[in-house]
């Protein structure tokens, strides 16, 4: 090949260098397209998932502390439960959009299996489980995987298709659910009573749904064929005709010179087809394994604490609410009156702050002087 290329050149083939300008720009504007592109999906979906983060934070917390528990043992037992059990389907809804991103649909995962199987209703969950699952790749398939070549890869919607029955959609069922827990607690059980919290869980479910469609918008609307296949070209037809326009001035340094910029260049195209679907399992992929467990260890957090006791922090002996002043505690202070309190504030207001490393800075260069 390389010889064929040492003829050509001699025969006359070099090509002006007017060609490398061209086809350069178009080349960096297709690039710099597809990347920009690439990017702005990425982005897009780590915004969507901090927000279910946000949202599903907020909306845990007020079933966890507004939501009123009843005065009848039984009633309050009732209560109590539902609320974990709302809490476990905000979990359950991270975890199963994680894998309708992923075309991923099976409900027998490992960390969706035992938050959705008493969903009345679910359609996913009444399915043949073992049909719903890919088949094991043959070595051959496995080694091109690996390789990264693209005829090799499987397509995860060909899963879908190949589902007999509607598999419904598995977030969208568990919104229905929490709408139906949030009705039920305002206008039958009567546990939810403040009108502001009231709003704020419906505007939380809404943001939830916009959550859900926003993603399926970027899984689901790659960059147009089109787009890619010119791309693709004009990328290749410009690493084709460099070493043609290289050689006259670079001789057998254009080899060399000629794989570097292709593996720049190629390296630029395949960094856009990779982020381009940020929530698959690549390692260039949103982390969603570790978004959707954050989710749950901070449900799991609120959870472990009873809301008496987060109500009861004022009065605790380690709260010191004017600390740097004074190491009275809250009880303490209760036995002042009014105007001290207020006194001792504008005291405070008015006194320099002491920063814990400032105090260990003058503590040593104390300790040096008396050295």
């Known amino acids: 090949m390389v010889e064929c290329f040492i003829i050509l050149t001699n025969c006359g083939a070099e090509v002006d260098t007017v060609l490398l300008t061209v086809l350069g720009f178009v080349v960096a504007f297709g690039l710099s397209f597809r990347c920009s592109t690439a990017y702005e999906r990425y982005n897009d979906g780590r915004k969507y998932w901090s927000q279910l983060t946000l949202t599903s934070r907020?909306?845990?917390r007020i079933f966890w502390l507004n939501i009123?528990?009843?005065?009848?043992?039984?009633?309050?037992?009732?209560?109590?439960?539902?609320?974990?059990?709302?809490?476990?389907?905000i979990n359950a809804f991270a975890q199963s959009l994680k894998h309708r991103l992923r075309f991923e649909p099976a409900t027998d995962y490992?960390?969706?299996?035992?938050?959705?199987?008493?969903?009345?209703?679910?359609?996913?969950?009444?399915?043949d489980q073992s049909k719903l699952r890919p088949k094991k790749p043959s070595v051959l398939?496995?080694?091109?995987?690996?390789?990264?070549?693209?005829?090799?890869?499987?397509?995860?919607?060909?899963?879908?298709?190949?589902?007999?029955?509607?598999?419904?959609?598995?977030?969208?069922?568990?919104?229905?659910?929490?709408s139906a827990y949030i009705d039920k607690a305002i206008n039958v059980d009567k546990t939810l009573v403040t009108p502001c919290y009231q709003s704020l869980v419906t505007a939380d479910i809404r943001i939830m749904a916009d959550v859900l469609t926003g993603t399926e918008r970027v899984v689901n609307t790659p960059l147009p064929l089109a787009y890619s296949i010119s791309i693709s070209q004009i990328t290749w037809a410009y690493i084709m005709v460099l070493p043609f326009q290289l050689y006259a001035k670079l001789g057998w340094i254009t080899i060399?010179?000629?794989?570097?910029?292709?593996?720049?260049?190629?390296?630029?195209a395949i960094i856009g087809r990779e982020?381009?679907?940020?929530?698959?399992?690549?390692?260039?992929?949103l982390p969603l394994d570790a978004y959707c467990t954050e989710i749950e260890a901070d449900l799991d957090v609120l959870t472990s604490i009873p809301m008496t006791e987060y109500q009861s922090f004022i009065d605790s002996e380690e709260n010191r609410p004017l600390y740097q002043l004074s190491n009275d505690t809250a009880s303490q202070w209760e036995n002042r009156s009014?105007?001290?309190?207020?006194?001792?504030?504008?005291?405070?207001?008015?006194t320099p702050p002491k920063s814990a490393a400032l105090e260990r800075i003058r503590s040593a260069s104390a300790a040096v002087e008396n050295v």
């Open 58 to 60: 907020n909306l845990a």
């Open 68 to 89: 009123n528990e009843r005065e009848d043992p039984e009633l309050a037992k009732k209560d109590l439960l539902g609320k974990i059990t709302a809490i476990n389907l």
């Open 110 to 127: 490992d960390d969706l299996a035992h938050l959705v199987p008493h969903l009345p209703g679910a359609m996913a969950t009444k399915a």
């Open 141 to 178: 398939k496995s080694f091109g995987e690996h390789l990264g070549i693209s005829f090799a890869q499987s397509n995860p919607r060909k899963m879908l298709k190949r589902a007999e029955s509607n598999l419904g959609n598995l977030p969208h069922e568990i919104l229905s659910h929490l």
């Open 256 to 268: 060399p010179g000629t794989i570097v910029a292709a593996y720049i260049i190629l390296g630029l």
């Open 275 to 285: 982020i381009e679907n940020p929530f698959g399992n690549d390692v260039n992929d």
């Open 338 to 350: 009014v105007d001290d309190i207020r006194n001792a504030l504008r005291v405070k207001a008015n």
